[in-house]
């Protein structure tokens, strides 16, 4: 059974920083990219970043901010999240697609596995 479990949501001041994680179990060996979305309520999904063979991408709402890493040995996906804004309040998703060492579009559709998420919010 594929498992992705989100952990480190909380709540935090703008400008401040924090760490999400995401354990995953259960994946198949054909999957090389790893991402993090976002939703806030109302809002559409979207994705904030991914990573596939060390090869990274980032919305641009959160480019210079957050960085995407992964810990293969401990099959964890990490989002550490610096100068934290109001607008990064949200639902916090990992996700996995299967792909050939290199990751597809952010879109919601492109990714096969779905954590439950984590909630992050942010006071202004």
């Known amino acids: 059974q594929v498992q992705l479990m989100e952990s480190g949501g909380g709540s935090e001041q703008a400008g401040g920083s924090h760490r999400l994680s995401c354990v995953a179990s259960g994946l198949p060996a054909s999957v090389h990219c790893m991402a993090w979305f976002r939703q806030a309520p109302g809002k559409e999904r979207e994705g904030v970043a991914a990573?596939?063979?060390?090869?990274?991408k980032y919305a641009e709402s959160v480019e210079g901010r957050f960085t995407i890493s992964e810990d293969n040995a401990e099959n964890t996906l990490y989002l550490q999240m610096n100068s934290l804004k109001p607008e990064d309040r949200a639902m916090y998703y990992c996700?996995?697609?299967?792909?050939?060492?290199?990751?597809?579009?952010?879109?919601?559709?492109?990714?096969?596995?779905w954590g439950q998420g984590t909630q992050v919010t942010v006071s202004s």
């Open positions: 996700a996995a697609a299967p792909g050939q060492y290199y990751c597809p579009p952010l879109r919601r559709t492109a990714f096969t596995y």
């Open positions: 990573i596939a063979d060390s090869a990274t």
